[in-house]
């Protein structure tokens, strides 16, 4: 069967994308018999067998930079999910728009997307973002948080909130503490990023390059050994979350404790460089002692410099030589700079494999003040973890939720327009108690000052 030979009454969903977050979505929509869904993808075979598992779903093979056809694929549907990467969701949006359709991703609004969305709204087109973890239940959590506490007559002076996605504890026994579920290139690029912040009513500014040495434990949660450090600009929230009274707003990563001084060790040497070079004939070893000075060094020199570069620090040291950067194995054909050669190197060694599992943890945590001069601090406390054999926590805690989401755009839940954001409590409401029903659910703490 193909979406052509779709009866009209059927709501038609275009899904884009056919990775490990797309299945969640292809199997809550499905529940619902009047659900047909293409399941758009470059990958012919991961579109089939995905499609092969559930009703009224049909693979497609798409290119995306096809514009004529991708045109005529989006006008055959009624909405148009993305979990294609973020970079592409402008080029899309515009034929959204041309076709009169409504667009749904889990990732972050940008400014490309913002422009995009006033031309739809003034054809009655919704876009809706960040409805996947985070973004997405974080936004959740922390409005429903602001909500109760603002009926209850007390006023948020600080919003921390922390989310990561890692593998399960007992998979964890390698020096970055961490492992790849989707190409490492974007995780290392996220760790040269700039990050901002408001502490105690100043800015903070993180600069590129230095994110890595602003990490800091993370006791909240002390049976996880983490860390945490700042993401993107926090400050924007302040007008976003209507928190206005908040002196203190810090939105950032976690990773498991060790994760930011190995990165940093690779950042120091050199690793994340792009400038060329000819890595021809190049071995792994070859590489660290060339960014060292001298290819040409024994092992044990290599080592010693190594030693020295780092203060003595024999952590440092040894998470090259564990991640196997002194080998001698050759560099693949075709890598002609650092940064490439350490997305190789990592993705070969340690993306996640399909019998471990991961786990997700995000925590909120909300210094309010009360009527009587009271403070607390309330926590919003989530953890779930991936199913063995089964989904990975990080495909149901986004696919789920933009599954949830795109049912209640089909279902006229959601009346705004333009660009939209979970914010809202005719959103977010309805969306937690689903997410709640599949098991995605928050705990919640309060704590007293002692003193």
Not at 136 to 141: N, R, S, W
Not at 177 to 193: D, E, I, Q
Not at 260 to 289: H, Q, R
């Amino acid at each position: 069967m193909t979406s052509k030979e779709w009866r009209s009454d059927n709501k038609r969903v275009l899904l884009l994308g056919s990775g490990l977050v797309s299945e969640p979505v292809v199997e809550y929509l499905t529940r619902s018999p009047d659900v047909r869904i293409t399941v758009g993808s470059n990958d012919e075979a991961q579109a089939t067998a995905l499609a092969s598992k559930y009703r009224n779903t049909v693979p497609q093979l798409i290119d995306v930079g096809d514009r004529r056809n991708l045109s005529a694929e989006i006008a055959k549907h009624d909405l148009v999910i993305s979990l294609l990467p973020h970079t592409m969701h402008p080029f899309i949006a515009e034929l959204c728009v041309d076709a009169r359709r409504n667009m749904l991703t889990a990732s972050y609004a940008t400014d490309a997307l913002r422009k995009i969305a006033k031309r739809g709204a003034q054809k009655g087109i919704m876009m809706l973002n960040e409805v996947g973890l985070d973004p997405g239940i974080d936004h959740m959590l922390a409005m429903n948080l602001f909500d109760e506490i603002r009926q209850n007559n007390g006023t948020v002076e600080s919003f921390e909130s922390f989310c990561g996605g890692l593998p399960a504890p007992q998979f964890t026994n390698n020096p970055l503490r961490y492992k790849f579920t989707w190409f490492p290139r974007g995780v290392l690029m996220n760790a040269l990023s700039e990050a901002k912040y408001l502490k105690e009513g100043k800015i903070v500014n993180v600069e590129s390059g230095t994110l890595m040495q602003v990490a800091e434990p993370f006791e909240v949660m002390p049976g996880f050994n983490l860390e945490c450090y700042p993401n993107r600009d926090s400050t924007i929230y302040k007008e976003a979350y209507g928190i206005g009274s908040a002196h203190t707003i810090l939105r950032g990563t976690l990773r498991y404790k060790g994760f930011s001084m190995a990165m940093d060790t690779l950042i120091k040497l050199g690793l994340f460089k792009s400038y060329k070079m000819n890595l021809s004939g190049y071995s792994w070893g070859d590489l660290t002692k060339q960014l060292l000075g001298n290819k040409s060094m024994s092992n044990q020199e290599c080592k010693s410099k190594l030693l020295a570069l780092f203060n003595g620090d024999k952590f440092r040291a040894s998470t090259l030589v564990k991640l196997g950067l002194l080998d001698s194995d050759p560099i693949p054909a075709g890598i002609d700079n650092p940064m490439d050669a350490l997305v190789e190197k990592l993705a070969s060694s340690l993306m996640m494999p399909e019998d471990e599992t991961d786990v997700i943890i995000m925590n909120h945590s909300v210094g309010v003040r009360l009527p009587s001069g009271k403070c607390e601090t309330h926590r919003s406390n989530l953890v779930v973890y991936g199913e063995e054999g089964g989904w990975s926590a990080m495909s149901k805690t986004v696919g789920l939720p933009v599954g949830i989401a795109a049912e209640m755009m089909m279902n006229g839940d959601i009346k705004e327009r333009g660009l939209v954001l979970p914010l809202a409590k005719e959103i977010y409401k309805p969306m937690l108690e689903k997410l709640e029903l599949e098991g995605i659910m928050e705990r919640r703490e309060v704590e007293s000052e002692d003193f």
